[in-house]
Every structure is written in C-alpha cells, then in structure tokens.
C-alpha cells in the first residue's frame, strides 16, 4: 500500500466515521455508564476503547514505529466524560489526531514495521487494516448499545446524511 492508496481508505473511513458519530449522538445521555449487554464495557468505555485505543493509538504508531496502548487507562479516560457532548467531543478529538497522522505518513513509514503490544509486529499498512477491522467492530457493538437502550441508529450507509465534513467527496483526495 502507498500513501494515495492510504488516502483511499482513510476516505471511507472518514464516511465510516461520520455514522459512528452521529450513533454516539443518538445515546440516551443518561445511559452512558449503564451495560446496556451484561459483561461488556458501558457505552463511555466502548467509544474510548474505539476512538482512543483502536484509531488514535494505532494510526500514531504507524508514525511512531510503535504502537503504545495500555487498556487499563480506558476507565479513567471514561470517568473524565460527564456527559454526551463531552464524549462526542472526545470522539471527534480522537478522529482529529488520527486524521493528522494519516496525513503525515509516508510511503516509508506505511512499508516499516511497526511494533506492537500484542505479541507480533506489522508493517505499517497492516495496522490500518486492523484499524479498519477495530473500527468496524465496534461501531456494530455501538449499533447494538443504541438498539438496546431504545433508539434507532441510522442505516449504515448513509454517508449522504453525515455532516458536511463526513459526508461522500466532502475533502479533495490528495
């Protein structure tokens, strides 16, 4: 993979990311510390796993030629978020430094290994396929937390209702 291959795929995921934003949107804001399915993170926990751990951290470790993730910081990520605006705003700040990255990277950096906490290395281009993967994963998990706390997410390609910035051609490909 090469950068303009690279700017691709971001471009999708940047569609991707417009309906993940708008699903956290729809949260009933009194719900973000429930479980809405036994045994698995509350919503504030999900989206910091999703937009801090498995799209910051992982695109900066292409940069970095490390990825440096603990997941016991997630908690105390989540417990800083007192409400909905907030937790959308954090999402939108993951998505901003990650988009940064993305378009710092080089040719280079996307063909380097890039160490990993999870016991093997990739090259670059690999981690955005696991970002990709990650991202996808959890925004189905979203789509399941809203359904179940009683609202309607909206269908998932749906990029020509995203905001401006998230929907379809909506920044120049590079």
Same mark, same amino acid.
């Given at each position: 993979?090469?950068?303009?291959?690279?700017?691709?795929?971001?471009?999708?995921? +940047?569609?991707?990311?417009?309906? #993940?934003? *708008?699903?956290? !949107?729809?949260?009933?804001?009194?719900? @973000?510390?429930?479980?809405?399915?036994?045994?698995?993170?509350?919503?504030?926990?999900?989206?910091?796993?999703?937009?801090?751990?498995?799209?910051?951290?992982?695109?900066?470790?292409?940069?970095?030629?490390?990825?440096?993730?603990?997941?016991?910081?997630?908690?105390?990520?989540?417990?800083?978020?007192?409400?909905?605006?907030?937790?959308?705003?954090?999402? +939108?700040?993951?998505?901003?430094? #990650?988009? *940064?990255?993305? !378009?710092?990277?080089?040719?280079?950096? @996307?063909?380097?290994?890039?160490?990993?906490?999870?016991?093997?290395?990739?090259?670059?281009?690999?981690?955005?396929?696991?970002?990709?993967?990650?991202?996808?994963?959890?925004?189905?998990?979203?789509?399941?937390?809203?359904?179940?706390?009683?609202?309607?997410?909206?269908?998932?390609?749906?990029?020509?209702?995203?905001?401006?910035?998230?929907?379809?051609?909506?920044?120049?490909?590079?």
């Amino acid at each position: 993979m090469n950068k303009q291959a690279l700017l691709q795929m971001w471009d999708q995921m +940047r569609q991707k990311n417009g309906i #993940a934003l *708008r699903v956290i !949107a729809l949260l009933p804001a009194d719900r @973000l510390d429930s479980h809405p399915i036994p045994n698995m993170r509350t919503p504030k926990e999900l989206i910091v796993h999703m937009y801090d751990g498995m799209l910051r951290t992982l695109i900066e470790g292409v940069v970095s030629g490390e990825v440096r993730y603990d997941e016991s910081s997630e908690k105390t990520l989540a417990a800083g978020i007192k409400s909905r605006d907030e937790l959308v705003r954090f999402a +939108r700040d993951r998505w901003t430094a #990650a988009d *940064r990255a993305v !378009a710092s990277i080089t040719d280079a950096e @996307l063909a380097h290994e890039v160490k990993t906490p999870f016991g093997m290395n990739f090259p670059g281009w690999v981690i955005f396929g696991i970002t990709q993967d990650e991202f996808l994963h959890h925004r189905g998990q979203l789509y399941t937390y809203l359904r179940a706390l009683g609202g309607e997410p909206p269908m998932m390609w749906d990029f020509a209702n995203n905001e401006p910035a998230f929907q379809p051609e909506a920044q120049p490909r590079v």
